[in-house]
Nanobody, 120 residues
Framework: QVQLVESGGGLVQPGGSLRLSCAAS????????MGWYRQGPGKERELVAT???????QYVDSVKGRFTISRDNAKNTVYLQMNSLKPEDTAVYYC??????????????WGQGTQVTVSS
């Protein structure tokens, strides 16, 4: 069994910062790509950023220069540092990991989501 647990969401004023964390645990042999997605009110889930095991990163255009994705392979954890937050960043943020476990894989696992609200 593999679990991804996010933390770090909350309410922040425009221009503020938040750091999201997502820790994977369970029957894990290796984690390949990890990523952050978000789903705003009335919107479809969209990709925000991804990071490979070798730390290659990609971002959606709307967050480039403001968000930074990183990971700690030893801790099976991925982070999302969000700066200069805007009201349009308000969403539930989900992490995803492509994980090779004891039962084979890789298989995509999702966290439960953490709410980020940007409002004055």
């Amino acid at each position: 069994q593999v679990q991804l647990v996010e933390s770090g969401g909350g309410l922040v004023q425009p221009g503020g910062s938040l750091r999201l964390s997502c820790a994977a645990s369970g029957s894990i042999i290796s984690i390949y790509d990890m990523g952050w997605y978000r789903q705003g009110p009335g919107k479809e889930r969209e990709l925000v950023a991804t990071i490979s095991r070798s730390h290659n990163t990609q971002y959606v255009d709307s967050v480039k220069g403001r968000f930074t994705i990183s990971r700690d392979n030893a801790k099976n954890t991925v982070y999302l540092q969000m700066n200069s937050l805007k009201p349009e960043d308000t969403a539930v943020y989900y992490c995803k990991g492509s994980i090779y476990g004891f039962r084979g894989g890789p298989t995509d696992y999702w966290g439960q989501g953490t709410q980020v609200t940007v409002s004055s």
